[in-house]
């Protein structure tokens, strides 16, 4: 076994060894980092929820164009091939006078009055076309598209939906307070774990400054001295994730049949109980990453300036 592998070894070694001798002084830097972690866990799952609410509203949403009867069909087709063209058109359907009377009929299949009532007249339903829109905060292009001279005089009337867009605007707005909060709040508690750690492995470096004062003159390396301290926060990050992700899981499972039955307004429980799943092995990897970085990056702070205090002396 070469040196540098029997180094790296007992590196590892003394920082579980660390880890275990200082569990009772992590156990505040743990929690603390397991709410930060479940917060942002919590926040992705959320923004990814409220996302896919608008996703859902948005696909149910179309602009109905109502062609003037002077209109022919040539001219309606012409206008929707143009209509396909737009950046923000996601589909176009063009219905004829016959199509859009037998569309009617069949989403009033259920109302007898009113089938009777068209059925005594000619045809009123106008030639139509269809849009589904990609992005609503977009809708006023559309509208300026059918408002040129060239294609205002062959439609009478665009319908749209605007409780619709208000109900978009409302999650939109919801989403960008959220994942606002999500920020402050991760990047408050981020920086008391990173707080804690520090002082959590100055009492260590304290506690054993004496040890570490004779490694470092019986010529220990820096790296020597601090990768002990570096592994035990590591640790903390570790186990620290592994809870985050444990503890949105048991908050699904335990409260799923609750939730389910309880109106929760913008937030889809069962989506996100969903994307949770799908998800859960990226997002235990997102964890680990992140709770590795706050843990060592606080240690390698905290080590340097004990390293740097030492050498100065």
């Not at 009867?69 to 091939?81: I, N, R, V």
């Not at 949105?248 to 989506?271: E, K």
Request: glycine share 2%; hydrophobic share 50%; no cysteine.
């Amino acid at each position: 076994m070469s040196r540098k592998l029997v180094t790296f070894s007992r590196i590892i070694n003394t920082g579980i060894v660390n880890f275990v001798r200082n569990a009772w002084l992590a156990i505040a830097a743990m929690a603390v980092m397991i709410i930060t972690l479940t917060i942002v866990l919590f926040s992705i799952i959320t923004n990814a929820t409220f996302n896919n609410t608008v996703a859902q509203i948005t696909d149910k949403i179309d602009v109905s164009v109502y062609l003037k009867d002077a209109t022919t069909k040539t001219q309606g087709q012409e206008l929707t091939s143009r209509m396909r063209d737009l950046p923000n058109a996601k589909a176009v359907f063009y219905l004829s006078k016959e199509d859009a009377l037998q569309r009617y009929k069949d989403q009033n299949k259920d109302n007898p009055a009113l089938l009777s009532a068209i059925n005594e007249t000619e045809n009123p339903i106008p030639a139509t076309i269809q849009v589904k829109p990609r992005e609503l905060n977009k809708i006023q292009d559309l509208r300026d598209f059918l408002n040129k001279s060239e294609n205002k005089q062959l439609w009478e009337d665009v319908s749209y939906r605007d409780d619709r867009k208000a109900a978009i605007d409302k999650i939109a707005h919801a989403t960008n307070l959220m994942r606002r909060a999500g920020i402050v709040t991760v990047a408050v508690f981020a920086l008391i774990s990173v707080l804690i750690i520090f002082n959590t492995i100055q009492m260590a470096i304290f506690n054993r400054r004496d040890e570490l004062t004779i490694m470092r003159l019986l010529g220990a390396s820096t790296w020597y001295i601090r990768g002990p301290f570096v592994v035990e926060t590591i640790i903390y990050g570790i186990i620290s994730a592994l809870a985050s992700v444990l503890l949105i899981h048991s908050l699904f499972v335990a409260s799923s049949s609750a939730l389910q039955a309880t109106s929760l307004g913008l937030l889809d429980i069962n989506y996100a109980s969903t994307y949770f799943s799908r998800h859960l092995w990226q997002l235990l990897l997102m964890q680990l990453v992140l709770g590795i970085l706050i843990g060592a990056a606080s240690s390698f702070v905290a080590t340097k300036r004990y390293l740097k205090f030492k050498t100065s002396k």
